[in-house]
């Protein structure tokens, strides 16, 4: 199954984990399935995921639907840190040993980008450096927020990523990053990267893990779809 498969790949319980990877890889769709077969196996009371990404409500049959079926306490949520710190904390503070799905950074570090452009009138090519600058550790203080929050409440929870590039030198030995991070992620358990092989399989890395049995492995996933 995905849970065994995951769990070769140092998955734990009441942690916090970042999955990270090129678009379209598949990080929403392993992040729906670990919830579908961690509420069916019983090992955690409930799973709620946060979707940000604008497109999965677009379409005649939007993508969140479809996440639905498999996990019903899925919603949508601007993205917005300040709503998403309020949505993420409603649901820690009336649920214990539950599953917490953040989809994904992306989006939010997108969003935040756009807010400080607007607000300060900045829209030159030049000024893109410096604005990111300033996004990321707003970005980082929401892991470690978010992080805390659930481990606080013995629950799970995995957050998405896109992937970067890497300059100048590697992230652990990679030659790319999640977007959201320039150093370790201490607030995490582990940190996860999907590869997208030629053939279209693919393959989960164990990029970083407290536990250093699991540093460097990579494992094939099973096909999964939604």
């Known amino acids: 199954s995905l849970l065994e498969v995951l769990t070769d790949a140092g998955f734990d319980l009441k942690s916090v984990g970042v999955v990270y990877a090129q678009y379209m890889a598949g990080k929403t769709t392993l992040m729906t399935h670990l919830a579908y077969e961690l509420i069916k196996s019983g090992l955690v009371k409930d799973a709620f995921l946060f979707l940000t990404e604008p497109n999965v ?19 949508y949520v601007e993205p917005n840190i300040v709503k998403v710190r309020k949505a993420i904390a409603r649901v820690a503070a009336n649920c214990t040993e539950c599953f917490i799905g953040l989809d994904g950074l992306g989006s939010i570090i997108l969003h935040t980008m756009n807010e400080l ?37 013995r629950s ?7 992937e970067q590039q890497t300059i100048m030198r590697t992230w652990f030995g ?8 320039s150093r370790g992620l201490h607030s995490v358990y582990y940190v996860w990267r999907i590869i997208v092989r030629d ?28």
Do not use: Y
């Open 117 to 153: 452009i607007a607000s300060e009138g900045i829209g030159m090519s030049g000024e893109t450096l410096p604005i990111s600058s300033r996004v990321i550790p707003l970005i980082n203080s929401l892991v470690e927020w978010v992080s805390t929050l659930v481990v606080s409440s």
């Open 156 to 162: 799970t929870m995995l957050i998405t990523a896109h």
């Open 174 to 181: 990679e030659n790319a990053k999640p977007s959201f991070s």
């Open 57 to 75: 409500i677009q379409g005649s049959t939007p993508l969140i639907e479809r996440i639905r079926k498999l996990v019903p306490n899925t919603e």
């Open 199 to 226: 053939d279209d399989t693919r393959l989960l890395k164990v990029v970083a893990h407290r536990d250093s049995r699991f540093k460097g492995k990579t494992i094939e996933l099973p096909r999964l779809v939604l």
